[in-house]
């Protein structure tokens, strides 16, 4: 293999990675969204709290059970990741938003904000303002395709992404809970009147959300060796930037919006400058705004006056 289709492997492999790892963010979005009509600016540091969640289980399981493979290690990280998430995803709910419920949407959006700032700043004063490295429990060995290396976090990273992935719209389609949450996306007042309680079906939406981003915290924190209390708000604005992309509102938007722009972000770094693939990537929803402001798979919705 030559060394430009190297290169244009291994940039498409880190892009799909990062990139799943942003619809997982993504999709927490678009499903609050698609329920409330509210963005929930917090979101990111979720994320970023299940990160530092994995952080914790695996220097607990390093301290314990130090020679465990790390086949068994990795669902217990992750495990216990979603739990602690999915139970701060109800908690700020039930605390900054139901309160709100009917009070105007910017309320809400700044309540959202405030929220952020005070989960980065309690990470902060738990865990320190200095970079927390991952304890070295996976096998550091990587798998070598023509000049494409893959390392075992990224093998670890496909696999469970397109299950959850796979799993959600499962949930969403084919559970009852799921069908609950469509009804009261479409009309909260038809599905009240059908039996459905609204405040449960908005707390399981966020405690779902909350659990999907804690794996994908987990898996960043496993790709990159480490997790920082300021990583979630920089992820949280490009997931965002993703369900947009993707058509916010949309599941499988959300999915694709990530995944394209990890492959963009990974094409810009490799082939113009990592310095500034922030700027491609945010470059790309200015682009998307102006041409197609319903983002990929949304539709055109036009508001009564």
């Not at 989960?119 to 320190?128: A, D, H, K, R, S």
């Not at 799993?167 to 009852?176: A, D």
């Not at 965002?240 to 599941?251: D, K, M, R």
């Not at 963009?264 to 705004?289: C, M």
Request: aromatic share 12%.
């Amino acid at each position: 293999m030559s060394s430009h289709l190297q290169l244009f492997f291994q940039q498409l492999l880190n892009g799909l990675t990062i990139g799943m790892v942003y619809a997982l963010i993504a999709l927490g979005y678009t499903m609050v969204y698609g329920v409330l009509q509210l963005i929930n600016f917090a979101h990111g540091e979720v994320f970023m709290v299940g990160g530092y969640l994995a952080l914790t289980a695996m220097a607990w399981i390093a301290s314990i059970w130090a020679g465990a493979p790390f086949f068994v290690i990795l669902p217990l990280i992750l495990i216990f990741s979603m739990l602690g998430a999915s139970l701060l995803g109800a908690c700020i709910e039930r605390a900054a938003y139901r309160p709100l419920r009917i009070s105007p949407k910017l309320t809400a959006l700044i309540s959202s904000i405030g929220v952020s700032f005070v989960l980065q700043n309690t990470v902060m004063l738990v865990y320190g303002s200095r970079e927390k490295s991952m304890p070295a429990l996976l096998p550091n060995w990587q798998v070598d395709l023509h000049g494409v290396t893959l390392s075992v976090a990224q093998l670890i990273i496909f696999p469970t992404t397109i299950f959850l992935m796979l799993f959600l719209t499962f949930f969403v389609k084919k559970t009852s809970m799921g069908k609950a949450m469509r009804a009261v996306s479409e009309n909260t007042e038809a599905a009240s009147l059908m039996g459905i309680s609204p405040n449960k079906v908005i707390r399981a939406t966020f405690v779902l959300g909350s659990a999907l981003a804690a794996v994908g915290g987990s898996l960043f924190a496993m790709n990159y060796g480490s997790m920082n209390f300021h990583d979630g708000y920089l992820a949280g604005i490009k997931a965002f930037t993703a369900a947009v992309f993707g058509g916010i509102g949309s599941i499988p938007g959300a999915m694709l919006g990530g995944v394209l722009l990890g492959i963009f972000e990974g094409f810009a770094a490799g082939y113009i400058s990592s310095e500034w693939k922030d700027v491609f990537a945010f470059g790309l929803l200015v682009a998307l705004l102006l041409f197609k402001p319903s983002g990929i798979l949304g539709e055109n919705v036009s508001e009564k006056v």
